[in-house]
């Protein structure tokens, strides 16, 4: 129950985060490989971002790609906030006096995260694909024109096999476990900091809210540069063999990316990243607090 309870929380915020994934992975592949001024400039900021994709796509282009993110989400949460709880319920990650501990809360965050990144991998890969297809004036990155979900990922399976679904997954693993980790103790310690010194209990859920955006501040900062790297690899194209034509892995992404676009590229689409991860955090955080105690009620009743 713990992980289909962890599941529905992360779709519930997808839905109302999808568009500025949509702007984030746009402006991270703008001027790819390309030095600051040696590319055209279609994404200058958010508002701007979204307002050139309506122009030139359609008001329902900024949810492309939110059929395979719900289900990513789905999968992901499901898998990482279910583990995070058990082990919470198995005593692992508190103290006799019931406080958690943070190192603790990191090791098993960012355990959770990899699991649950390994698992979503193929999905992520069809979202980020699906969020980059746009009109040719528009264009950033490789261009896979798939129709649909299910149209993508039958088409990289034919293309690549069973393991291309998986191609990038080592990228969205390790940045799963460094955004879980950081999101999930940073929010645990926070809330329960707020919990045990009467702060911010004007309402049974207000501690969780303002932690959840301490954890959505935290993340973003700790998230983004490998979140531009994963971005690469899974929207890159790949020859005959299934391999990246651009990036040879994690470490050639990012030298490459310093070599040609500069340190401060790791963190393009900064702005929407968090203007995701804000509302996405708070509402999964959030969502998942309000179903434990759903799920506790239950179980007290029965």
């Known amino acids: 129950m713990d992980f289909i309870v962890g599941g529905l929380a992360g779709v519930g915020a997808g839905f109302f985060s999808n568009p500025f994934d949509v702007v984030k992975t746009r402006m991270q592949l703008q001027g790819e490989l390309r030095a600051r001024g040696q590319h055209a400039v279609y994404y200058k900021n958010i508002p701007h971002a979204m307002y050139t994709i309506v122009k030139h796509d359609g008001l329902s282009a900024l949810q492309k790609g939110l059929v395979p993110a719900l289900w990513f989400q789905l999968f992901v949460n499901g898998v990482r906030l279910g583990i995070y709880q058990q082990a919470d319920n198995y005593g692992l990650l508190r103290d006799e006096e019931n406080n958690t501990k943070f190192a603790n809360s990191l090791f098993f965050g960012s355990l959770a995260g990899m699991s649950g990144g390994l698992v979503g991998s193929p999905l992520q890969l069809v979202k980020t694909q699906l969020m980059s297809y746009s009109s040719k004036e528009i264009a950033v990155g490789t261009q896979h024109g798939h129709r649909g979900t299910l149209y993508a990922l039958s088409r990289i399976y034919q293309k690549n096999g069973f393991f291309g679904l998986w191609r990038g997954a080592h990228g ?106 804000a509302p996405h955090t708070v509402l999964l955080l959030v969502f998942w607090d309000m179903l434990k105690d759903l799920q506790n009620n239950v179980a007290i009743k029965m």
């Not at 693993?173 to 010194?197: H, P, Y």
């Not at 501690?207 to 954890?215: E, L, R």
């Not at 194209?237 to 490459?256: E, F, H, S």
């Open 172 to 277: 969205m693993m390790l940045r799963n476990s460094i955004g879980s980790a950081s999101q999930i103790a940073s929010f645990t310690v926070c809330k329960e900091w707020m919990d045990n010194n009467n702060i911010f209990q004007q309402s049974k859920y207000m501690s969780s809210f303002i932690a959840s955006n301490v954890g959505a501040i935290v993340k973003t900062i700790a998230l983004t540069p490998m979140d531009v790297i994963m971005t690469r690899l899974y929207n890159q194209g790949v020859d005959a063999n299934g391999r990246g034509v651009l990036y040879g892995g994690i470490a050639d992404c990012a030298r490459k990316i310093i070599k040609t676009e500069g340190f401060l590229a790791f963190y393009k689409g900064m702005g929407p990243s968090y203007l995701r991860q």
